[in-house]
């Protein structure tokens, strides 16, 4: 999964010049790191990409999480890509929406990877009514989501899901697409007891 991967960027606007005539230390220090670190790659040309909304959108979720730090890879891939780490990492032979990766966590810190399709993105975008954009913000809340502790295996873990990646978008300004069918079913049943 190396490849995926990115550094994060320490460079800065005096990072390697020396102080200008009139400018004091405190006006060339660089901003102390961020204690939620997410580099992003892009490794398609499917989707033009928001690299500064991808980041918030994930940031959101570790912000409101119990980590304290996190470093947390994004990549953005096609579907042959994601269908083969799916098919490499998890044995399933298809492509699909997000993969997540927990490398290492500790009560304070995580350190995780998300890969997310844009081919999918794009694909799903249209049956449900919104952006393709959009679903690439969701598939990055989900992932992260997973990476903080949420699981979507029953009825109610699904609707526990649903409503924090509906929080997250409200966050980011986005409502949820104009076809909500992926989330009314599981939202309107909790613990297995359809609900009116």
């Known amino acids: 999964m190396d490849s995926y991967q990115t550094e994060p960027c320490n460079s800065g606007p005096h990072s390697s010049e020396s102080l200008d005539s009139g400018e004091s230390i405190s006006d060339t220090a660089e901003e102390p790191p961020s204690a939620m670190q997410i580099p992003i790659a892009n490794e398609q040309t499917s989707l033009v990409l ?55 966590e500790n009560q304070t810190h995580l350190e995780g990877e998300l890969i997310a399709s844009s081919d999918t993105a794009i694909q799903n975008a249209a049956e449900y009514g919104w952006s393709s954009e959009n679903e690439l913000l969701l598939y990055l809340i989900h992932g992260a989501l997973h990476l903080v502790g949420f699981r979507d295996k029953n009825a109610e873990e699904r609707a526990a899901m649903h409503e924090a990646e509906a929080a997250q978008l409200k966050k980011l300004g986005l409502e949820l697409p104009k076809n909500r069918s992926r989330w009314q079913q599981d939202l309107a049943t909790r613990d297995g007891v359809p609900k009116p």
Request: net charge negative; charged share 25%; glycine share 0%.
């Open 50 to 104: 928001d690299e500064q909304k991808l980041r918030a959108a994930v940031q959101s979720v570790l912000e409101d999480s119990s980590f304290e730090t996190a470093m947390v890879s994004v990549a953005v891939v096609d579907d042959p890509t994601i269908h083969q780490l799916n098919r490499q990492f998890l044995q399933h032979d298809y492509p699909t929406d997000i993969l997540s990766f927990v490398l290492d």
